[in-house]
């Protein structure tokens, strides 16, 4: 199976690089922000520069397994091939694998930039604990986002994931507080973001890479979206398998 589900990431990762514009756009908005609000205005802070660069970081985690699987799901189910592909004797778990891989492989390429703008350009810093951490966190917080697009992309036509997936992701952002310091967002903000998933992401890295205190009303709310999430997710396959094949 291992060797299967890495032949399929492969091919989607081939896929992808014959595109070289959904790599860049992946990445061009975390850094974008990264040079032109980060850098100038808390770029001289060790503290605020950190859990910016933090917020940017949850920002990539979201938006590449989001547009990732909720539009490249839904591109590829109206493809003659994926049909084709689920009546192969290897089943479907090889190729599932295979686009969680290439997935993990496009997220991290996407938050290389993040990473070295902080690096060289602001006064973030970051012990060798805490590195290992953020990366254990990236890990944990990639799973509902990455559910959820799943969920976008096996319940909708690829026009429809491309609005949802448009839609979601400002709102998500702005209501999880990635756009603003710990405790500086709108009262209303602060209030909801807790419960979010970018919210309560954002905050396992903001603990991960400072004095942030873990919120365990968070980390309850981060299971509850991700066993939802996946419940979704699962659903949506089903449905979508079922209809195939009736």
């Known amino acids: 199976m291992t060797s299967l589900a890495l032949t399929h990431a492969r091919f989607q990762l081939i896929e992808t690089f014959r595109i070289p514009m959904a790599l860049i756009g992946s990445a061009f908005f975390p850094a974008a922000s990264m040079i032109f609000f980060v850098v100038p205005f808390v770029g001289d802070d060790p503290v605020y520069a950190t859990y910016a660069t933090a917020s940017m970081v949850t ?8 547009f990732q699987y909720g539009i490249g799901v839904a591109e590829d189910r109206a493809q003659p091939w994926d049909p084709y592909s689920r009546t192969l004797p290897a089943g479907a778990a090889p190729r599932f694998a295979g686009r969680i891989l290439a997935g993990l492989v496009l997220m991290g390429a996407s938050l290389v930039p993040v990473v070295v703008i902080a690096a060289v350009a ?36 690829a026009k429809g994931a491309i ?19 710990p405790g500086s967002a709108p009262g209303f903000v602060e209030t909801i973001a807790p419960y979010l998933p970018t919210g309560a992401a954002v905050r396992l890295m903001w603990a991960a890479v400072g004095d942030f205190p873990v919120q365990w009303a968070s980390i309850a709310a981060l299971i509850a979206w991700t066993a939802a999430l996946a419940g979704v997710a699962v659903w949506a396959y089903r449905r979508d398998e079922g209809r195939r094949f009736s």
């Not at 920002?59 to 989001?66: C, E």
């Not at 951490?133 to 976008?152: C, E, K, S, W, Y």
């Not at 609005?163 to 310091?181: E, I």
Request: aromatic share 12%; glycine share 10%.
């Open 122 to 157: 602001t006064e973030a810093t970051i012990t060798l604990t805490g590195f290992l951490t953020a990366v254990a966190v990236v890990a944990v917080i990639a799973v509902p986002f990455t559910l959820m697009g799943l969920a976008i992309g096996y319940s909708l036509p």
């Open 163 to 181: 609005v949802l997936a448009q839609v979601l992701f400002f709102p998500l952002a702005f209501g999880g507080g990635l756009m603003t310091a």
């Open 59 to 66: 920002f990539v985690v979201m938006t590449s397994n989001l």
